[in-house]
């Protein structure tokens, strides 16, 4: 879980397959490389936030972390938000492969309370955040 997480910081492996999108389909190598722009937008957008609500990341009595525990702040999860805007803006390029895309988003959310840093809560705002500007931005194209 904690490898799988690893590819979703900062948005990467969506940024990665948007990419690759781009370098096949050069018909629609622009929408493509809007897919790719729309994670680190989903980013930012997710950072302002997580400092307009504060909240801490979890700390439970006897429950540890799986893995580090990272120092920023848990509202709403930004893995969530990232997945599930590149699972929309490239799930509208590519149909076929929304199922699958959206599969993986949900399992890249899952992996955050599972490592124990982030509550439930954190991963379904940062999966509506992610959901909801990926649609905004297929729109916006």
Do not use: C, Q
């Not at 997480?5 to 629609?28: K, M, N, Q």
């Not at 980013?43 to 307009?52: G, R, S």
């Not at 120092?71 to 799930?91: K, W």
Request: proline letters at 7%; glycine letters at 10%.
């Amino acid at each position: 879980m904690a490898r799988y997480a690893w590819t979703g910081e900062y948005g990467r492996v969506w940024i990665v397959a948007a990419l690759g999108g781009a370098l096949v389909d050069r018909r629609r190598r622009g929408r493509w490389l809007w897919a790719a722009l729309g994670v680190p937008l989903t980013l930012i957008l997710n950072f302002f936030v997580k400092t307009a609500v504060r909240r801490e990341r979890p700390r439970l009595e006897d429950v540890e972390a799986a893995g580090p525990l990272p120092a920023s702040l848990s509202f709403p999860s930004a893995h969530a938000a990232t997945s599930f805007a590149g699972a929309t803006l490239i799930g509208a390029l590519a149909p076929p492969l929304r199922p699958g895309l959206y599969v993986a988003a949900g399992l890249m959310a899952f992996t955050r309370p599972y490592l124990g840093v982030h509550y439930p809560s954190d991963v379904v705002a940062g999966a509506v955040v992610g959901t909801v500007l990926g649609r905004v931005l297929t729109r916006v194209r």
